[in-house]
């Protein structure tokens, strides 16, 4: 089936394409893309674009599907379609299931649902150690070859850091980055908020900013010490943008994240016990907040992901201490970047580059952007129609947001992946 879509903005930064463009796909690639009314030919649906953006399909290299072992929580077939109605087409998956995505099968397993149930592209992220204990490297040989993008405890520091200098030496060989959860465990001590006079009004123990960097400064000087890529997930403080700036500056090759909730919400969104902001690293100060927008303007941070993590209503409605982290992020991440364009933090070129080219590029994927010949993974956003943040209709099982009720600009109203049309 050809599709063509005509008098869009599109935007595309892999190909330096910022105009009105028309695209046409044939099947599940992009057969052209030319100025608007240069594409000639026939095609089967004409999908008229006019006043909207039309922007490569976005990839979120950091998401939780729960499947298997967490079903309960959410199935590949939620989650992808959560992705979709969020605007992600592909979406890589972290190993924290249970059985623990430690070895080839278990990769094989995920490979295949998505196949059967998932409606846009998984890519499984694999677990460094076994059963993620950091006692004993998983088979990263293997589960590379069964399909693994990367690798990560994510959930759980590798503490050992001879293990963690085998884990980038080893990575080496297959030209993928270690995704660093840095957290200091012995300093963390089962906080479960930010560190500071807010938690302890509370009453709830605080996790200092330094459990974060002082892992991230460590894994920097063993990158260093052995060349091995790494990613630096979930980036929280001022501190870390500090430490990863400076050894950007020194030409060390590592990359970072953040996620929406880390530059939207301060550790004030935790007060009345809304176990619905409780994540893993805690939100932070408003100083946190414009460090880490400085670092996506100056690049210091190469990419927007969710750390999307659903949990049932039930285990959020434990009390505080008790109840799990982590936000339902996918159907609420575009809007919540779109705020970055609308404050002149970033352009909607740079926004695209990190929630769609950047993840791509860092994880060797081929997707990201709308190039002839790519897979056909579109979407198409209105940036003026308002979008309520109402969990209820959330597409995930996870309906744990601390942004209900907030009224956002800016969605998708139609997503493409690999060909076919999602409406919304």
Not at 323 to 328: E, L
Request: proline share 5%.
């Amino acid at each position: 089936m050809k599709i063509l879509i005509k008098n869009g903005h599109v935007i595309d930064p892999s190909e330096g394409i910022d105009g009105v463009f028309d695209i046409l796909i044939d099947g599940k690639k992009i057969k052209a893309i030319k100025p608007s009314e240069g594409v000639t030919g026939s095609s089967d649906k004409v999908i008229d674009a006019k006043g909207l953006y039309v922007l490569p399909g976005l990839v979120d290299m950091h998401t939780h599907l729960r499947e298997p072992g967490f079903e309960h929580k959410e199935t590949i077939k939620t989650g992808t379609m959560a992705g979709l109605r969020g605007g992600f087409t592909s979406v890589c998956v972290m190993p924290n299931t249970e059985p623990v995505n430690d070895n080839a099968g278990i990769t094989e397993f995920i490979l295949e649902r998505a196949m059967i149930e998932g409606v846009c592209s998984v890519f499984p992220i694999g677990a460094i150690t076994k059963g993620q204990i950091g006692q004993e490297l998983s088979e990263m040989d293997m589960m590379r070859s069964a399909g693994c993008v990367s690798f990560s405890d994510d959930g759980m520091p590798v503490s050992n850091s001879m293990l963690m200098r085998r884990a980038l030496e080893y990575v080496k060989a297959f030209d993928v980055p270690i995704i660093s959860h840095s957290e200091d465990l012995s300093l963390s001590n089962g906080g479960v908020m930010n560190e500071g006079l807010l938690s302890q009004i509370l009453g709830l123990k605080g996790i200092p900013k330094a459990a974060e960097e002082t892992i991230i400064f460590r894994d920097i000087a063993l990158s260093e010490l052995t060349g091995g890529r790494l990613h630096i997930a979930h980036v929280s403080t001022e501190g870390s943008v500090r430490i990863i700036r400076d050894a950007k500056n020194r030409g060390v090759k590592i990359t970072s994240e953040t996620c929406p909730h880390y530059f939207s919400l301060t550790e004030d969104a935790v007060i009345g016990y809304n176990t619905n902001a409780k994540v893993n690293p805690p939100l932070r100060t408003t100083k946190d907040i414009e460090a880490i927008k400085d670092a996506l303007k100056d690049g210091t941070i190469d990419v927007i992901a969710t750390d999307h993590a659903p949990h049932a209503m039930d285990e959020k409605l434990r009390e505080f201490d008790l109840a799990p982290s982590g936000i339902s992020g996918l159907e609420t991440a575009l809007p919540l970047s779109l705020r970055l364009v609308e404050e002149g933090i970033l352009s909607l070129s740079e926004l695209v580059e990190k929630m769609a080219l950047n993840p791509a590029r860092i994880l060797g994927l081929n997707k990201g952007t709308l190039k002839q010949g790519a897979d056909a993974d579109i979407i198409i956003i209105d940036l003026k129609k308002n979008f309520n943040v109402n969990p209820e209709l959330f597409v995930s099982k996870g309906k744990n947001t601390p942004f209900k009720g907030w009224v956002l600009r800016g969605c998708p109203v139609m997503t493409i992946c690999m060909g076919k049309v999602w409406e919304w």
